[in-house]
């Protein structure tokens, strides 16, 4: 079993693999024209009425950088119980806006204290006006009786540029 979690870690499922093993977009497909994940990207972009800069060219050290950033503001924001931290690192209106606001809001004033010990960018994908963003992470969980809960998981990010030429985090997909 550990084997089989370590080859896991070290060579995580791409998101393309993901969202064919376990349905992850409901209109996901994967045919050799376009990817599944490009069109629905568009479909969130024309949903969501967010305007994107044309042209913008994704850079896989810069989201690095992006990422690794935001979250040692997400542990600025748990520690503070102030989504303020994160605010204008998420696309208002997204899935991981209004998720990442609520759990703060959730979490506020109940003692609970995040102790992140590792987190790593394990790999980028970057297609049209987007990219996926994979990370593995550690961290202990004090909760507000005293218990500590240690955590090991991977998350993806999907990530956008704005209007303004910043990048917006629009999704976060935990395993």
């Known amino acids: 079993m550990v084997d089989l979690l370590d080859s896991w870690a070290k060579s995580p499922m791409t998101n393309h693999q993901v969202a064919g093993v376990f349905d992850f977009y409901d209109e996901y497909t994967d045919d050799s024209t376009t990817t599944g994940a490009e069109e629905y990207y568009d ?13 913008v060219y994704l850079d896989e050290n810069e989201l690095e ?3 690794l950033e935001f979250r040692d503001m997400y542990a600025m924001a748990l520690q503070d119980e102030d989504f303020n931290w994160i605010q204008d690192m998420v ?5 991981a806006y209004s998720e990442l606001e609520d759990y703060i ?16 960018v394990t790999g980028i994908e970057i297609g049209d006006q987007i990219a996926y963003v994979s990370t593995f992470e550690q ?3 004090i909760t507000a009786t005293g218990e500590l809960i240690y955590y090991e998981r991977e ?3 999907t990530v956008i540029v704005d209007e303004y ?11």
Not at 43 to 55: F, L
Not at 91 to 95: A, E, R, T, W
């Open 43 to 55: 479909e969130y972009i024309e949903e969501q009425e967010v305007s994107v800069m044309p042209n």
């Open 65 to 67: 950088s992006f990422i």
């Open 91 to 95: 696309l208002p209106g997204s899935v």
């Open 105 to 120: 809001a959730e979490i506020a004033g109940q003692g609970m204290t995040f102790n992140f010990t590792n987190n790593t």
């Open 139 to 141: 961290f202990d969980f």
């Open 155 to 157: 998350k993806d990010y």
């Open 165 to 175: 030429g910043y990048y917006k985090i629009t999704d976060i997909f935990i395993y």
